[in-house]
């Protein structure tokens, strides 16, 4: 344990969250949030993202195409559309706050307590960011699951299926909340080593005065 220092959990903390950051980014624009294959035409897949329609066919290939009215989509695609943006957004400003922040950097370089405050903000964020990632996931994870198994519906019909994007949205999440975590963790850290160095300094400023005393006592 003697190389896990705050200044490398710090960085651990980043390189984490911008993981987590960027494989959310991909989430968002990937058009794999739902895929639908009809038994009638097996050579046709669907794919249903936030901002594209695509249709792939043996022939043609993958044909995307955005869609045309934001209010024609499903609530569930609309509302995730709001939320994969605030979290894109608070992901973004925790790795910009979280780098001023960190040990080595220069800038703030006086201002030790601004720094802590800085990581700490920027562990709140990601956490934000992560828990925006997850939500709008699992609600559509939920509504496909629910209209994939509503018996109101003709067996024949096709019917929209999970696709890769959840995974990697879930991952992403995660990912966020856990570099959000680990800079707590680094906050944690550091305080403690600045009250074992305190520790230490009070100590032998003590041995250092009693040793005077003596010596002028003799």
């Known amino acids: 344990m003697v190389f ?5 959990m710090q960085r651990t903390a980043l390189f984490v ?13 990937i058009p794999f949030w739902k895929t639908m294959n009809s038994d009638l035409n097996e050579m046709e897949n669907w794919f249903s993202g936030l901002f594209h ?20 989509l499903p609530w569930d695609l609309q509302i995730s559309r709001v939320i994969m943006s605030v979290s894109m957004g608070t992901g973004g400003l925790a790795m910009v706050t979280a780098f001023l ?18 990581l700490i903000f ?13 939500a709008p996931i699992s609600i559509v994870a939920y509504t496909t699951v629910v209209e994939f198994w509503d018996s109101g519906f003709p067996d ?23 570099g959000g975590t680990l800079f707590f ?34």
């Not at 969250?17 to 624009?29: A, P, Q, R």
């Not at 024949?156 to 994007?165: D, Q, Y």
Request: net charge negative; with cysteine; aromatic share 12%.
């Open 101 to 118: 922040g960190l040990d080595g950097v220069q800038v703030f370089a006086g201002q030790p307590d601004f720094k802590r405050g800085l």
């Open 122 to 134: 920027s562990g709140v964020l990601a956490w934000v960011s992560g828990l925006t990632t997850l």
């Open 17 to 29: 969250t911008f993981g987590g950051f960027f494989t959310s980014l991909m989430t968002m624009f």
């Open 53 to 72: 329609m695509c249709l792939y066919t043996e022939e043609v290939g993958i044909q995307c195409k955005a869609y045309e009215s934001v209010l024609g």
């Open 185 to 218: 963790i680094a906050v944690c850290m550091g305080d403690f080593d600045q009250r074992s160095q305190s520790a230490n300094d009070g100590a032998l400023v003590k041995h250092r005065t009693q040793h005077y005393l003596k010596t002028e006592v003799l």
């Open 156 to 178: 024949v019909m096709p019917r929209w299926e999970i696709g890769e994007a959840m995974f990697s949205g879930w991952f992403g999440g995660l990912a966020l909340v856990i």
């Open 4 to 8: 896990l220092t705050p200044k490398l």
